[in-house]
């Protein structure tokens, strides 16, 4: 198999891994890292077919940057959102945020 | 038989007591309102480094935020008062010395004059005199090794404890010539001094005194106007006025409330009412003024030693017809008390006529002024918390006894 | 270390690093010179900073101990050298401590890694004219990505022990690596902004020559470059938790924080990576604001440059144990609104500052005057401000005395 | 293909699993840093330094620490031995496995016989000031707009996480000095 290969299929396997999370796991906090990995493993995917690709364009490193970047806000709300749930209804397993209402 | 009700049985009654908590279980505290369960319960001491000997708190905190506070003390208790009670009235006085350790001076003081009060002695001028040198040393002393020990729990790696304790040291090697002992002086009697100072140890008071002015303004500079101790002690620890009065807090922390109450100029015992001085009050109540007040006070203590230095009268230091050993006062009772350095230290004695007291009691301004603890540091986070203890100035010699 | 040609014209101390390397890489065949090298540059590193850690341990309790009146140790070898070497016999030898209830993995852990996390962040650091261990395009990034992680191992520590102190000090780790990261960074990004490279060879090279031939180019030399030195220092002393940071072990509230469980090598361990962190960020500031291994006058350059380096670097420790001997300790809220209030804020002016200079450059002779002047202006004023905004409430009092 | 693709690679799914597996929270989000320093070693790998230097500052010191704080700041008592996370119903182990698979079947033989145009021959390089030309010029528009969305982001996580309305208030928070002690008179 060649490098590329090996690569997307690095990134497929993590991808599922983070899916996996995210549906089987009851955490809150937990599903983020999963969703976390799973964006992860999309800018692995960047970063291989810019290595490896026909070549010419560095647009991937820059996809990957902004990437980064919007995971980290990402994180930041959705672990705010995680904290907010804590707070009232005292628990961070996902079935307690089944209403609107806070 | 006897008895209907199971509570009031023998066996019931002889409630056991865990020693872990003391009967303090702060699991058992409702969790706030608001913030839930998240508590987490601390206990700071009793070998923490910051409680100044075997002190515990028993803290518990919602985040760094103290929540409740729990004081835990008596792991120094010597049966100090009981102790009295059986001992003779001369005996007592190298007791004394170990209550405040730092303070021995001022307490043997304050003893000396309920057993005087008692047994109604007269003390010669010059005693009198030497009794006030004594004892503004000794209040230099104490509040100088607590401005160390307050900025140690601040953070300071040392630094102004061990100036402290260089000063303190001076003022030690005074007392060791003087009375043979550096902490434990044992060195006032029923009717006067137990010593006569000579020229020589009054010239080294002077000149001890002549850089301790020099000292408290390079100390001064290095810890009064730093911005960190100021944010670290202004507004913390907040002690009003009405509650620092209705809790029978005295001495410093008394005045650094806002209530300007010295026993020196409340009582005018000794030769104080001769002498010029000034009682500095703060405003805030907060550690700041606490530290600042003391700071005041070393300062107007240098200008009461300069005074009394310049004014000590010859003459005999001991009333040569008070009878030390044996001394058996007419039934009665007495209280003696003085302005301390941490506040007002007494001495309750109930006589009976015999060798022995029959009543035996101490009031220790550091047990007093603890009490306040709590209200002080809650709402605080815990780093404040070690501050505000630090600024009560506590000994657990006192607080236990 | 990259094995550039030694350059013929410079004096034999300068090169005499690199000739050394080159003897002790004769004696291997060609095919393992590049692995030989490697191990040759970390091998050094690790050697210089460990005599380094061993004496900086000495000097700051010789010198904690002059500034608070007393001698410092002074017992074992002469006047206390050989005190590290005891001090290290005695950490091996006692027992290692781990409590029952611990996180054992993360417990052992924690040391190792914080150790290897304040270490690597050295290699790029050039300590001399051709001392560097690996020239890296976004060498300052690499620097900082190293750094990132240690804070983390302070968390681990804290966390496993299992211990409520240590707990309290993990949660206070975090909080401080969350607030000081950003001015550390930010107060990087000016110097970035200004030398137009990432790498640190060329920022020091960006800073040599003299202007009017006695005033270097060093970046802590203009008014933008000092405001991001105070940053950077106030900042690294927060990252490498010094007094007046000190709070994730503060001894007088928490007792040892993260370390109370913590005893013998690994103890030793959290020690030496506290002073290899101090250390590693000390490099770094002498790297992008004092002119790196650069001398300060041109005559001054007899001596090898990295011998000017080290100057700096032991110039800058010094400064940091001095801090310690005089300063009380910051409280975790008044820890994060000086960061949040304070540095942030100045580090983002300072950016702009520092892209006026740079827009600027050009300018000169009386013009020159104006955008010295507008600079400093940037920098001070919004430092009175702020730390008027910071200090509002906290001032000294004036005391009344009570009636008599 | 080098070893170092295949260690890099082993580290971070061994660890992704193991973190995804885990009960304990703590254990998840430090395993995840190691996989997040693995894609990073990956990504040096691939010759693309300047974003494997970025994934570690953003993900090893700043997202990691927010989920740790957020692990520490959601626990039920704050002297909890360890932060176990529920457990699953099994209906939803099933289905959430299940549903994994299926796309896991789907993606991994299309990944395997994909037929890829590739180049041969050392990777492209890709220096810091390229980055910072290529972001300053076609790119100049996006980074704006990120910026723009990190700042609202942030704003906005700020807003959820702060205490806000008087229920949040801690009960002890109430202004006073604690609790009263006699009459309250001043002192004459």
Redo the contacts between chains.
């Keep these: 198999m060649s490098p590329l290969h090996l690569c997307l299929l690095l990134s497929t396997v993590l991808f599922c891994i983070g899916l996996a999370a995210v549906l089987v796991r009851t955490s809150a906090i937990l599903v983020l890292l999963g969703v976390e990995l799973m964006l992860n493993a999309a800018n692995l995917n960047f970063i291989a077919f810019w290595r490896y690709g026909p070549g010419g364009d560095d647009t991937g490193v820059i996809f990957v940057l902004f990437s980064i970047a919007v995971a980290a806000a990402e994180a930041a709300v959705g672990l705010a959102l995680v904290i907010a749930l804590h707070r009232h209804r005292r628990t961070i397993a996902l079935k307690a945020a089944n209403q609107l209402r806070g | 038989m006897f008895d209907a009700n199971p509570a009031a049985s023998p066996s019931a009654r002889v409630r056991k007591v865990e020693p872990s908590s003391f009967g303090f279980q702060p699991s058992s505290v409702p969790p706030p309102a608001g913030g839930g369960g998240d508590l ?3 206990s700071l001491g009793p070998h ?3 409680t100044h000997g075997v002190f515990r708190m028993n803290v518990v ?1 919602d ?2 935020t103290v929540v409740r506070l729990k004081p835990v003390f008596g792991y120094l208790h010597r049966n100090h008062e009981k102790l009295g009670e059986g001992t003779s009235y001369l005996g007592s006085m190298p007791y004394t010395d170990r209550l405040d350790y730092l303070n021995s001076m001022t307490n043997n003081w304050a003893y000396a004059i309920a057993v005087e009060k008692l047994a109604g002695l007269t003390v010669p001028e010059r005693a009198e005199y030497v009794r006030v040198i004594l004892a503004e040393l000794t209040r230099l002393l104490n509040h100088t090794c607590l401005a160390g020990f307050l ?9 102004p404890l ?2 402290a304790f ?1 000063e303190r040291e001076r003022i030690l090697d005074l007392f060791e010539s003087l009375s043979g002992s550096r902490m434990m002086c044992n060195y006032q009697r029923f009717g006067g001094c137990r010593v006569d100072p000579t020229p020589a140890w009054l010239a080294a008071v002077a000149q001890l005194v002549d850089r301790y002015g020099p000292f408290l303004d390079e100390f001064e500079e ?1 810890l ?9 002690t ?2 913390v620890g907040r002690l009003p006025a009405a509650l620092a009065v209705n809790a029978g807090v005295t001495g410093p922390m008394l ?1 650094a409330s806002g209530v ?3 026993l020196r ?1 409340v009582d005018g015992y000794g030769v104080y009412p001769r002498l010029n001085f ?7 109540g907060d550690v ?2 606490r530290y ?2 003391r700071v ?1 006070e070393m300062r107007e203590s240098i200008s009461l030693l300069r005074q009394a230095l310049a004014a000590l009268p010859g003459g005999p230091v001991l009333d040569p017809k008070a009878k030390q050993r044996g001394l058996r006062p007419k039934a009665g009772e007495a209280y003696g008390r003085i302005e301390g350095p941490k506040g007002e230290i007494g001495f309750y004695l109930v006589s009976d006529g015999t060798a022995n007291p029959y009543r035996y009691r101490v009031r220790p301004p550091s047990f007093v002024n603890l009490t306040v603890l709590e209200d002080l540091c809650l709402g605080h ?4 918390a ?1 501050i505000i203890l630090g600024s009560i100035d506590i000994v657990l010699g006192e607080v236990d006894r | 270390m990259t094995t550039t040609s030694v350059p013929s014209s410079e004096s034999w101390l300068e090169v005499a690093p690199l000739q050394a390397r080159d003897a002790l890489l004769g004696l291997l065949p060609e095919s393992l010179h590049w692995i030989a090298s490697s191990v040759l540059a970390i091998a050094v590193l690790v050697g210089a900073f460990g005599l380094m850690f061993a004496y900086l341990t000495l000097a700051e309790r010789k010198l ?1 101990g002059r ?4 001698p410092g140790p002074n017992r074992t070898g002469w006047a206390g050298l050989l005190q590290p070497f005891a001090d290290a016999v005695k950490a091996l030898t006692k027992e290692d401590i781990v409590p029952r ?1 611990a996180d054992k993995v ?1 417990h052992a852990l924690a040391p190792v890694s914080l150790v290897a996390l304040s270490l690597i962040g050295l290699a790029v650091i050039p300590f001399g004219r051709h001392l560097v261990a690996i020239e ?3 060498a300052v ?2 620097f ?6 240690t ?2 191992s302070i ?2 520590a804290g ?1 496993a022990s ?1 211990n ?2 240590s ?2 000090a ?3 780790a ?2 401080q ?2 607030s000081y ?1 950003v001015p550390l ?1 930010l107060s990087v990004v000016p110097v970035v902004l200004v030398a137009g ?3 640190t060879t060329a920022i020091v090279a960006a800073q040599g020559g003299w202007a009017a031939g006695f005033w270097p180019h060093w970046h802590v030399l203009t008014p933008w470059g000092f405001s991001a030195f105070c940053l950077f220092m106030i900042a690294a002393l927060a990252e490498s938790n010094r ?2 940071f ?2 994730p072990e ?6 040892a924080g993260h370390l109370t469980e913590y005893s013998g090598f690994k103890y030793a361990l959290f020690f030496m990576a506290e002073y290899f962190g101090m250390a590693a960020l000390s490099a770094m500031a002498v790297t992008l604001f004092l002119g790196g291994w650069q001398a300060p006058l041109g005559w001054l350059e007899v001596l090898p440059s990295y011998v000017w380096f080290a100057a700096k670097l032991l110039a800058l420790l010094a400064g940091f144990i001095w801090i ?11 820890l994060t609104r000086l960061a949040w209030k304070f540095l942030v804020p100045m580090a983002l002016l300072n950016l702009a500052n520092a892209a006026f200079w740079s827009l600027t450059a050009g300018w000169s002779g009386p013009l020159q005057a104006v955008r010295w002047a507008v600079s400093l202006a940037a920098v001070v004023v919004p430092f009175l401000l702020l730390s008027r905004s910071l ?1 509002s ?5 004036v ?6 | 293909m080098s070893l170092a693709f295949l260690a890099l690679a082993l580290v971070c799914v061994v660890t992704a699993s193991a973190a995804m597996i885990s009960r304990n929270l ?1 254990h998840s989000a ?1 395993l995840l ?1 190691l996989t997040w ?1 693995g894609l ?1 070693g990956l990504y040096l790998w691939a010759g693309a ?2 974003v ?3 994934q ?2 953003v993900y ?3 997202v ?3 989920v ?2 957020a692990v ?1 700041l959601t626990r039920r008592q ?2 909890e ?1 360890l932060v176990l996370i529920p457990e699953a119903g099994v209906g939803r182990v099933v289905a959430g496995l299940a549903a994994t698979f299926w796309v896991a079947a789907l993606l991994v033989p299309a990944m395997v016989v994909a037929p890829l145009v590739q180049r041969a021959g050392p990777g492209p390089t890709l ?3 390229r980055i910072g030309e290529l972001l300053a010029g076609p790119h100049l528009v996006a980074v704006l707009v990120v910026g723009v969305i990190l700042t609202v982001s942030l704003i906005g996580a700020l807003y959820l996480a702060a205490p806000v309305t008087a229920e949040d208030q801690p009960e002890w928070d109430n202004g006073g000095t604690g609790r009263d002690r006699g009459n309250q008179e001043e002192p004459s």
């Design positions: 987490l319960e601390i923490h480094p910051s905190l985040g760094e900025m140690q729990d601040c953070g300071c790696s040392g630094t061990m100036y260089r290095l009064t106007g730093n911005e960190i101790i100021m944010a670290r202004q507004g005045r300007g109450h010295d100029k000034r009682v500095p009050v703060g405003d805030h700041y003024d600042m007040v005041l986070t815990v780093a404040d070690v | 904690l500034i608070q009146n007393r209830d993360l890296l395009d976004a990034l690499y900082f990505a190293a750094g990132a992680a804070e983390l968390f681990m966390w299992r409520k102190y707990l309290l993990a949660m206070r975090l909080a690596l969350i990261e960074l490279t990432l790498s007094s007046p000190d709070l503060a001894e007088s509230e928490l007792i310690r001997a005089t300063f009380p300790r910051l409280r975790i809220d008044q200090f409430g906290l001032g000294p009092r005391y009344r005395y009570a009636p008599s | 703590i430090l840093v320093i990073a330094d300047f494997g230097f970025s570690a500052i090893v010191g700043g990691s620490m927010v740790l704080f520490l704050r002297d031995p220096t810091v000031k």
